[in-house]
């Protein structure tokens, strides 16, 4: 998909490479139009996400891996760097940033996001999320498991474990009991690792393009100079 004349995925690409933290970018796919630098490693897509994300997670050396997806045209190096900066203190093994409805608000307003009704207010996730490499490739089939079940609220709260589906339950009747650090315990322990939310104040991580009526939002967004959220 182009966006103003330029693949999406540049707008990607131009970020990641102008960011201070990012030493190789692994791009997983096939017949992707990218520029020409020795950074860029291209890589044969597999038959589903989690078998990209591995493809190119086990290409990498780093103690950390950035995930990006390529459909977040107003990605800059500094929100990267930014998440970076307070994602990697934590030692996770899996973090995510975290985006407050009021922030939405404020800097983007009109997005069609989705949010999660916590105890502190409602949220939306990033696509970008810092993962401790090991962790990753040795936890492959419970994070098989996890991506399945992600699109449904029921088999989540299974999957997290009778506490929070006794909790999800009472969210669904209105009492928003859900803390975001318990919500983090839970994760970590289905997960078997350290997740970590990262709460950040700008929606450039969060702002995709899912489909047709994203894309007239971000084409009319791109009209401004800065385009958005500065």
């Known amino acids: 998909m182009e966006l103003k004349g330029r693949p999406l995925l540049s707008y990607v690409l131009s970020a990641l490479l102008s960011s201070r933290y990012i030493d190789k970018i692994f791009v997983v796919g096939n017949e992707l139009p990218l ?14 996400f989690i078998e990209n994300m591995m493809r190119g997670i086990e290409k990498c050396q780093g103690e950390f891996v ?6 977040l ?3 800059t190096p500094s929100s990267i760097d930014k998440f970076i900066e307070k994602a990697l203190p934590l030692q996770a093994d899996f973090a995510y940033p975290t985006v407050s409805k009021e922030v939405f ?9 989705t949010f999660v009704v916590l105890k502190e ?3 939306a996730g990033g696509n970008v999320v810092l993962l401790n490499r090991e962790f990753v490739l040795k936890r492959r089939p419970i994070i098989e498991k996890a991506y399945e079940v992600r699109k449904s ?9 009778l506490e929070f589906f006794l909790r999800f339950l009472l969210q669904q009747l209105g009492i928003p009991v859900l803390p975001l650090n318990q919500v983090e315990r839970l994760m970590s322990r289905a997960l ?3 997740i970590r939310s990262v709460l950040v104040d700008y929606p450039h991580l969060s ?3 899912d489909d047709e009526k994203d894309l007239k939002w971000a084409l009319e967004r791109l009209k401004y100079s800065p385009p958005i959220f500065e």
């Open 35 to 48: 520029p020409e630098d020795e950074r860029i490693v291209p890589i044969p897509e597999g038959k589903n």
């Open 66 to 71: 950035l995930v990006s997806s390529a459909d």
């Open 73 to 75: 045209p107003f990605l």
């Open 105 to 113: 608000e404020k800097k983007a307003p009109d997005i069609d996001k």
């Open 121 to 123: 207010g409602k949220f």
């Open 153 to 161: 609220p029921i088999k989540i709260a299974f999957f997290l474990g």
């Open 192 to 194: 078997k690792g350290k």
């Open 207 to 209: 702002a995709d393009v």
